[in-house]
């Protein structure tokens, strides 16, 4: 059960927050009382998004987290409107998943610029209102496939590559009052992972259940599940803990 409450007072960005982990992580935000900015490369999504979350103050912005120049109008126009910043979850992402072999330049570029560009750019616009005010938390989102995961160079690259941005981040912003972890993700139910399932040839129920099976808890993830998680690693009760990855796979990793 969220937390009511525990946001009260406080601004979040979510990137990629129109639909799937992005949504689901921007709801519990204005559950527990944030005002939100849902970011995400449609306008009009992030707005209807954000007009369903059912916070006091929410904002749809249209942002390209490869560009900076949207990177930063779109933070400025979240202080703007909503008051202010506490938190920003780096959560836009995309796959081109192929064999090595099959990689595009493309494939590859694309995948690095939405996730590794996307944060890095979000992070150092975010950084300077935290700076000022010595408070903030950051939290990216990396996965399970930073272990590696057939067909997926770039995506694992990308993801693995988080996980170090995330632990230097933490050790340069630290004295500023600034937490920075990550969340790994497993396999979770959104259209994203369902969009695989058609690549490969797969019903979603068949891909679904595949998936349940590789983990001691025997069931996939949900948004919420990663909502959660994020809820807490981004609380004051979490004010201890930076530089972490947690893992919420369903124990896929043990």
Not at 20 to 48: C, N, P, Q, W, Y
Request: aromatic share 6%; net charge negative.
């Amino acid at each position: 059960m969220a937390n009511t409450g525990r946001y009260d007072g406080r601004v979040v960005i979510v990137t990629g927050a129109a639909q799937g982990i992005g949504a689901g992580t921007a709801k519990r935000f204005a559950e527990e009382g944030a005002a939100v900015a849902v970011l995400d490369l449609d306008e009009g999504r992030a707005s209807e998004t954000a007009a369903g979350l059912g916070a006091t103050k929410a904002v749809g912005i249209g942002c390209n987290v490869t560009d900076k120049a949207s990177v930063d109008a779109a933070v400025e126009r979240t202080v703007a409107e909503l008051g202010g910043l506490h938190v920003l979850v780096n959560n836009a992402g995309i796959t081109k998943d192929a064999m090595l072999f099959k990689m595009t330049e493309n494939d590859w570029d694309a995948v690095m610029g939405v996730h590794l560009k996307g944060s890095f750019l979000m992070s150092q616009a975010a950084q300077k209102v935290f700076v000022e005010q010595k408070y903030g938390k950051i939290l990216n989102t990396s996965s399970t496939s930073a272990n590696g995961n057939r067909g997926q160079a770039n995506y694992s690259a990308a993801k693995a590559g988080l996980q170090g941005f995330t632990r230097t981040l933490a050790l340069e912003l630290g004295r500023y009052g600034i937490n920075v972890n990550a969340i790994a993700p497993g396999f979770i139910e959104t259209e994203m992972t369902d969009d695989t399932a058609a690549r490969v040839g797969m019903s979603v129920e068949d891909f679904r259940a595949a998936a349940a099976d590789r983990n001691p808890i025997k069931r996939t993830g949900k948004p919420e599940d990663i909502a959660a998680a994020a809820a807490f690693l981004c609380s004051d009760e979490a004010s201890y803990i930076t530089g972490q990855i947690l893992y919420v796979d369903g124990g896929a990793k043990i």
